[in-house]
């Protein structure tokens, strides 16, 4: 059973690339993340699973007494990595397993996403399937033998129980080491292979007719959007279809992001996205709130209020930007990761947590807040509200008496259904959200992720930016700059040229990968272009320069995630764009820019070895990487070009 579980994960020389703490005594329970500085761990410090940061410490310990990781993967607004850990994280029972057969290894993905894109490959390709939290069982080498997701405490039908499943790994550990440790070298010579770097091929126009196919033959033409349930945002795929020169991408993407809007996945009274629907008419979300997928939607909007003039893109972009900059902004400048999903449902100490609690309604709630009479039968018919809630559109069967705002008739609709002029239906709808979010800011708040990640920062200064030239509203802009300068001064050592990837509470976190580089290089340039400043292009260019020192590929072009010696088979390059954006992706509009605005003809060369490399990589899914795509036709003009002058 062990053997059919195999495939990935990496190995200790990881630990070199960041801190390692020694630890004086040896004491039960999670005290060793108390010091980290990312508040996902820092939420674990008080388990009594005795959990360790990754690090040679704890490889140390698993190599000395020979015993086998369990690492659990997760981030601060994950929900399920919240119920795992109140199940069996806090139970002393499945701590003490734990704590006597393996050495515990807690991770935040989003600070080493180096070690999460290695172990995920591994158990999507195990098991079919990813997600987080994810579980996974390894060497001391650090080397996967069987990996998972979320498991319930004790066993259910269909689902073996977290406290059965380590009682039985143990035994197998005990009794047969040498083929567990057989399976997972076998593991990573699989995953070696599979993650080999493609070769480079010709540059052409293949990839954008094939990828308007794949977008066309998965596009859902009654809700916007593509694929089915559970429906993520996709804004890299929305603004390279607003981009495209035909008219029938333009279309899908502009229909979707206009269900997006109206439903239930856009906050309706406090704006800013939540992180995806969980069914296919963008009704019923997971309620996190990403600051990626705040700077990278509200992009989309600008570049479909660019493209179409259509007010009600302009307003999202605003009301996007002004949630992030109010929610989520950092007093000094820079912006916080995202807002937890899970809220206390009432105040005081010991209130259980609840996914959704702050932003959904049952009636009496509503009754409450609007009274009975003319304003809650307005807000019921726009917003489809009842006592019986969303349950007929949740598939996962949750949401019985309880609502999610989506609008579903707009003013002009409310006006002709209730017989008042727009006007007066313009006025309504303000009053029926002014109570509303007067009611709303009563109850407990929702957790906030703290800490400061450079590459969605980068993301966010590239879209204000653009939100101060677009909009024409300065203020966008100054908020950019303050960011970038925040930035440069918390998450940036000039002496040494490292760029971090996280800061929170005046600590900094890990070194950077190659996507800090890639996304903080491509706002300076937004913001260079804005402003005319050149210390923000000269600033680019020290990024990108440095990102080509520590992070390419020599052999095919192409960035890798993390710099040479990190841990060979760990050293993924990425392409795909998801919800957010591939570091490759970005480094090619970074490349040309810094070619236009510099002469240097070498970084256009790098821009086409990247996505040569691309192409011989996803040359049968193209879809896959739509932000490379946005630079196709600039780089094929480059290649003309440059062939019409030799013939010349």
Same mark, same amino acid.
């Given at each position: 059973?062990?053997?059919?579980?195999?495939?990935?994960t990496?190995?200790?020389t990881?630990?070199?690339?960041?801190?390692?703490?020694?630890?004086?005594?040896?004491?039960?329970?999670?005290?060793?993340?108390?010091?980290?500085?990312?508040?996902?761990?820092?939420?674990?410090?008080?388990?009594?699973?005795?959990w &360790?940061?990754?690090?040679?410490?704890a490889?140390?310990?698993?190599? *000395?007494?020979?015993?086998?990781?369990?690492?659990?993967?997760g981030?601060?607004?994950?929900? !399920?990595?919240h119920?795992?850990a109140r199940?069996?994280?806090?139970?002393?029972?499945?701590?003490?397993?734990?704590?006597d057969?393996?050495?515990?290894?807690?991770?935040?993905?989003?600070q080493r996403?180096?070690?999460? %894109?290695?172990?995920?490959q591994?158990?999507?390709?195990?098991?079919?399937r990813?997600?987080?939290?994810?579980?996974?069982?390894?060497?001391?080498?650090?080397?996967?033998?069987? =990996?998972?997701? &979320?498991?319930?405490?004790?066993?259910?039908?269909?689902?073996?129980?977290?406290?059965?499943? $380590?009682?039985?790994?143990?035994a197998?550990?005990?009794?047969?080491?040498?083929?567990i440790?057989?399976?997972?070298q076998?593991a990573? =010579? #699989?995953?070696t292979?599979?993650?080999?770097?493609a070769?480079?091929?010709?540059?052409?126009?293949?990839?954008?007719?094939l990828?308007?196919?794949?977008?066309? /033959?998965?596009y859902?033409e $009654?809700?916007?959007?593509?694929?089915?349930?559970?429906?993520?945002?996709?804004?890299a795929r929305? #603004?390279?279809?607003?981009? +495209?020169?035909?008219?029938a991408?333009?279309?899908?993407?502009?229909?979707?992001l206009?269900?997006?809007?109206d439903?239930?996945i856009? +906050?309706?009274?406090?704006g800013?996205f939540?992180?995806?629907?969980?069914d296919?008419? !963008?009704?019923?979300?997971?309620?996190?709130?990403?600051?990626?997928?705040?700077? $990278?939607i509200?992009?989309?909007?600008?570049?479909? !209020?660019?493209?179409?003039?259509?007010?009600?893109?302009?307003?999202?972009?605003?009301?996007?930007?002004d949630?992030?900059?109010?929610?989520?902004?950092h007093?000094?400048?820079?912006?916080?990761?995202?807002?937890?999903?899970?809220?206390?449902?009432?105040a005081?100490?010991?209130?259980?947590?609840?996914?959704?609690?702050?932003?959904?309604?049952?009636?009496?709630? @509503?009754?409450?807040?609007?009274?009975?009479?003319?304003?809650?039968?307005?807000?019921?018919a726009?917003?489809?509200?009842?006592?019986?809630?969303?349950?007929?559109?949740?598939p996962?069967g949750?949401?019985?008496?309880?609502?999610?705002?989506?609008?579903?008739?707009?003013?002009? /609709?409310?006006?002709?259904?209730?017989?008042?002029?727009?006007?007066?239906?313009?006025?309504?709808?303000?009053?029926v959200?002014?109570r509303?979010?007067? %009611?709303?800011?009563?109850?407990?708040?929702?957790?906030?992720?703290?800490?400061?990640?450079?590459?969605?920062?980068? &993301?966010?200064?590239?879209t #204000?930016?653009?939100?101060?030239?677009?909009?024409?509203?300065?203020?966008?802009?100054?908020?950019?700059?303050?960011?970038?300068?925040?930035?440069?001064?918390?998450?940036?050592?000039?002496?040494?040229?490292?760029?971090?990837r996280?800061?929170?509470?005046?600590v900094?976190?890990?070194?950077?990968?190659?996507?800090?580089?890639?996304? @903080?290089?491509?706002?300076?340039?937004?913001? &260079?272009?804005?402003?005319?400043?050149? *210390? !923000? $292009?000269?600033?680019?260019?020290? @990024?990108?320069?440095?990102?080509l020192?520590?992070?390419?590929?020599?052999?095919?072009?192409?960035?890798?995630?993390?710099?040479?010696?990190?841990?060979a088979?760990?050293?993924?390059?990425?392409?795909?764009?998801?919800?957010?954006?591939?570091?490759?992706?970005?480094?090619?509009?970074?490349?040309?820019?810094?070619?236009?605005?510099?002469?240097?003809?070498?970084?256009?060369?790098?821009? *086409?070895?990247?996505?040569?490399?691309?192409?011989?990589?996803?040359?049968?899914?193209?879809s896959?990487?739509?932000?490379?795509?946005?630079?196709?036709?600039? @780089?094929?003009?480059?290649?003309?070009?440059?062939?019409?002058?030799?013939?010349?």
């Amino acid at each position: 059973m062990i053997r059919k579980c195999v495939t990935a994960t990496l190995l200790s020389t990881v630990s070199l690339l960041f801190m390692t703490t020694v630890y004086a005594a040896e004491r039960p329970a999670g005290w060793r993340l108390a010091s980290e500085s990312s508040p996902y761990l820092q939420l674990h410090a008080d388990n009594p699973v005795a959990w &360790y940061p990754w690090g040679e410490a704890a490889l140390e310990k698993a190599r *000395r007494e020979n015993k086998p990781l369990f690492i659990s993967i997760g981030y601060f607004t994950c929900h !399920w990595c919240h119920v795992m850990a109140r199940e069996s994280f806090s139970d002393a029972a499945i701590a003490k397993l734990l704590n006597d057969h393996f050495v515990a290894i807690k991770i935040d993905r989003e600070q080493r996403p180096d070690l999460d %894109a290695a172990y995920m490959q591994y158990v999507q390709l195990t098991m079919g399937r990813g997600g987080w939290p994810m579980s996974v069982w390894a060497t001391p080498d650090g080397e996967p033998f069987l =990996g998972g997701t &979320y498991y319930p405490p004790t066993s259910k039908p269909g689902q073996t129980g977290f406290s059965e499943l $380590l009682t039985r790994l143990a035994a197998l550990w005990a009794e047969d080491e040498a083929s567990i440790r057989e399976t997972a070298q076998h593991a990573v =010579g #699989l995953l070696t292979k599979v993650g080999a770097s493609a070769r480079p091929v010709t540059l052409s126009d293949a990839p954008l007719a094939l990828a308007r196919q794949e977008y066309r /033959q998965t596009y859902d033409e $009654l809700q916007g959007g593509f694929g089915p349930a559970p429906k993520f945002p996709q804004p890299a795929r929305l #603004l390279f279809l607003l981009e +495209d020169t035909d008219p029938a991408s333009r279309k899908m993407a502009v229909h979707t992001l206009a269900r997006m809007i109206d439903g239930g996945i856009y +906050d309706q009274l406090g704006g800013g996205f939540h992180r995806y629907s969980t069914d296919f008419e !963008w009704r019923l979300p997971h309620f996190e709130k990403m600051l990626y997928d705040q700077a $990278l939607i509200a992009r989309a909007c600008l570049v479909a !209020w660019r493209e179409t003039r259509s007010p009600e893109f302009a307003a999202a972009a605003r009301e996007v930007l002004d949630f992030s900059l109010r929610e989520l902004g950092h007093a000094g400048g820079g912006f916080y990761s995202a807002l937890g999903a899970d809220s206390p449902v009432a105040a005081g100490a010991g209130a259980h947590l609840e996914e959704g609690a702050f932003y959904t309604w049952t009636w009496p709630q @509503l009754l409450a807040a609007l009274g009975e009479g003319d304003l809650l039968d307005w807000a019921a018919a726009r917003y489809d509200l009842s006592a019986q809630g969303n349950a007929a559109h949740d598939p996962l069967g949750e949401m019985e008496g309880r609502n999610v705002l989506a609008e579903v008739l707009d003013a002009e /609709q409310l006006a002709a259904r209730f017989k008042v002029d727009r006007a007066t239906a313009s006025q309504r709808n303000t009053q029926v959200d002014e109570r509303l979010l007067r %009611a709303r800011a009563q109850r407990p708040a929702v957790p906030v992720d703290d800490k400061v990640v450079t590459v969605w920062n980068g &993301y966010m200064i590239t879209t #204000l930016a653009l939100a101060g030239r677009l909009l024409d509203e300065p203020r966008y802009i100054d908020a950019a700059v303050r960011s970038a300068e925040f930035l440069f001064d918390k998450l940036y050592d000039r002496q040494d040229r490292i760029l971090y990837r996280d800061w929170r509470a005046g600590v900094r976190g890990v070194a950077g990968f190659s996507e800090d580089y890639a996304a @903080l290089a491509e706002g300076l340039l937004a913001l &260079y272009r804005v402003t005319g400043e050149r *210390r !923000w $292009l000269q600033r680019a260019r020290q @990024l990108a320069d440095r990102q080509l020192e520590l992070f390419w590929d020599e052999t095919n072009g192409g960035f890798f995630n993390a710099p040479a010696g990190a841990a060979a088979w760990l050293r993924e390059k990425g392409i795909v764009d998801g919800a957010v954006v591939s570091d490759n992706g970005v480094s090619i509009h970074v490349l040309l820019g810094l070619a236009r605005l510099t002469g240097q003809a070498d970084y256009r060369r790098r821009a *086409r070895q990247i996505a040569a490399w691309a192409m011989g990589q996803l040359s049968d899914s193209p879809s896959d990487m739509p932000y490379a795509l946005r630079a196709w036709p600039a @780089l094929l003009a480059d290649v003309k070009n440059e062939e019409g002058s030799v013939t010349d």
